[in-house]
C-alpha cells in the first residue's frame, strides 16, 4: 500500500488536520517520558521536539518524495519519525539510548496504525530501527538511504552529519536542525566571518544553505540556545587526483592557526613556510591569503599540488588523521575549537 502523506496544510489556524497521522504534543512527550521514566539527557545532547506544527514544518521543508527511503539520527521519543513515516516509503531510524530504542516500536504502533517496526536485518518494512551509535554505523538495513532528515544533538551535530554523508554516498537531500550558531557555520560561504572547518568540509559533499530557524521553546526541555535547519544537496565531490583524506588535512590545518596567512598557517603541513609557499603558488593561491577566503575547490587544489613535492620530502599530510571530521580553529583568541567538531558544546 502506499503510503498516506502527512498533511502539511494546517488550514490557517494552527492546529492539525483531523484526518492526519498522530503526531506528539506536549502532553504525549511528557506522558512517554514519565512512562519511561526518561529525563532528557544533557550529556547525550536530548532535547525532545514537542510542537506538531514545527514536525510538519520540518518535513515540509525536507523536499521529500513518496519513494523515498529516510535515515533518522536521534529518534528520540518519535515526533519526527511520525512525521516521516505519513510522507516516505520507508524510515530507518538510528538512536543510541537503549531505553528510546525499545520504546519507539511501541510509538510507531499506536500512532501509525499498521507499520510494524522491523528487526534490524529486516529489509521489506516502512520502519527499522538500530539501537547504535550513529557515528559508528557504516551501513543500514534495506535500500540503500536517498535523504536524511534528523534532529541532531547539538554536542555531535558536524561530526555525525559528515558521517553519514561519507559512508552512505546515496544520499541525495539531507535536512538537519542544529544549534544556530553550527547552522550559520555549516551555511557561511567563503569570506564570511563564520566560515570555517564545517563549511568546507561539508561543502565537499553537498550545496549547504540555511533552510529556516527553529526557537527554543517548541523542544523539552528548552535548550539555551536557538536551532537552525541546515538542507543540504548532494553534488559532485571536487575533481582532484587528491583524496578527501589528503584535502581535510589542508582543511584542519589552515583553519588551525585561522588568523595568519596560509603560508604561515600550512608550514607545518608543508614542512616549511617556504614549501607551503611554494605549493600554494602552484595552486593558483596567494599565498598571503587566509583559510576562510577559499572555496572547497581551492583547498582541492592545494592538496592536489601537494603531491608534486612529495618526491622531494618537501611535502606531507601530516593532518590526515583527521579524516573524522574533527578540525580546530583554534588561532582566533576566545574562540577555541572550531565547534561542534570535538563533541563541546559552542560557547
Sequence with gaps: MRPQPVQLSDGGDGR???????????????????????????????????????????????DLRPDDVVVEVGPGLGSLTLGLLGA??????????????????QTI???CPGV???????????FALLNANALRVTELPGAPPTAMVANLPYNVAVPVLLHMLEHFPSLERVLVMVQSEVADRLAAEPGGRVYGVPSVKARWYASVRRAGSIGRNVFWPAPHVESGLVALERRQAPTTLATRKEVFAVV??????????????????????????????????DPAARGEALSVDQYAAIAEAAHADRDGGAGTESGAGTDSGAGTDSGDPGRGREPGLDGSELE
Design 116 to 126: 510494524a517496526a522491523d528487526r534490524e536485518t529486516d529489509a521489506h518494512g516502512r
Design 109 to 111: 504502533a499506536d500512532r
Design 252 to 285: 584542519d590545518a589552515a583553519f588551525a592557526q585561522r588568523r595568519k596567512t596560509l603560508r604561515a598557517a600550512l608550514a607545518g603541513w608543508a614542512g616549511s613556510a617556504a614549501g607551503a609557499e611554494r605549493i600554494l603558488r602552484r595552486a593558483g593561491v
Design 88 to 105: 516516505v516509503r520507508r524510515v530507518v531510524a538510528v538512536e543510541l539510548d537503549p531505553v528510546l530504542a525499545a520504546a519507539l516500536p
Design 16 to 62: 492539525p488536520a483531523p484526518d492526519e497521522p498522530g503526531l506528539l504534543g506536549p502532553a504525549d512527550v511528557r506522558a512517554l517520558a514519565t512512562r519511561l521514566g526518561v529525563r532528557p539527557s544533557k550529556q547525550l545532547g536530548q532535547n525532545f521536539v514537542i510542537d506538531a506544527n514545527t514536525i510538519r514544518r520540518i518535513v515540509r521543508a525536507a
